[in-house]
């Protein structure tokens, strides 16, 4: 890690400097998953999604091939043309620096996607094929799309599942369309983890 910003020091209220540690983690989990990907659509389509991300807190990111590879989080008033101004740089604390390489084992984006696999059998085992066939949807989208754990799933991941990819590529049957809320439901509860959405309606 450089000097120029401790990827672990966070403010009291869950930020690191002026980006929300969960705009951090995301950006770090895209980089991620662009780099391993072998489909340059999809390598696009997932560096795409962070840039809006970052946009959205007045930040860009760019990968820095040092010895370790380093995702590097700037405010993006401090650019021109694509290059930093030294002379708009007032807090170089602002910056945000998070080593990929040396930092995380490959084999743990594999285990995610393990664990996954193990949840949709346990799915399988308890309720069916239905069910189990639905579970077994939900693992590959959070494994391929988002390497996290079911557990971790958001609301909005939810529906994009729901509405995007169990629709477009799990090809399901009326059987498992009938049964795909409940059949979510059943996951969080192999796991004994609440619904994304019940815990997000308890929080208000």
């Known amino acids: 890690m450089s000097d120029l ?18 705009v951090v983690e995301e950006a770090e989990r895209l980089t991620r998953l662009a780099r391993t990907a072998t489909d340059e659509n ?23 091939d040092d010895e370790d590879a380093t995702l590097v989080l700037h405010p993006a008033e401090w650019h021109e ?16 620096e998070i ?3 040396g930092t995380e084992d490959p084999d743990d984006w594999r285990a995610v996607d393990e ?7 346990a799915v399988r085992e308890r309720h069916g094929d239905v069910h189990g066939d639905n579970a077994d ?8 799309h988002y390497a996290k754990p079911i557990a971790s799933a958001t609301p909005a991941e939810l529906e994009e599942f729901r509405t995007e990819y169990f629709v477009r590529n799990a090809w399901p049957s009326a059987a498992q369309r009938e049964a795909i809320e409940e059949s979510i439901r059943l996951a ?9 959405e019940l815990r997000k309606s308890s929080a208000k």
Do not use: K, M, W, Y
């Open 5 to 22: 910003a401790n990827e672990g020091d966070a403010d009291e209220d869950g930020t690191s400097g002026d980006l929300p540690d969960d």
């Open 115 to 121: 664990r996954n696999r193990q949840l949709a059998a």
């Open 99 to 101: 080593r990929l390489e």
């Open 42 to 64: 999809e390598r696009a389509a997932r560096l795409e999604r962070r840039d809006d991300l970052l946009d959205e807190h007045g930040f860009t990111a760019r990968v820095r």
């Open 188 to 196: 969080f509860e192999a796991v004994d983890e609440p619904h994304p």
């Open 137 to 144: 949807a939900l693992a590959a989208f959070f494994g391929n």
């Open 81 to 96: 043309d694509g290059v930093i101004r030294t002379d708009r740089i007032e807090d170089i604390d602002r910056a945000i």
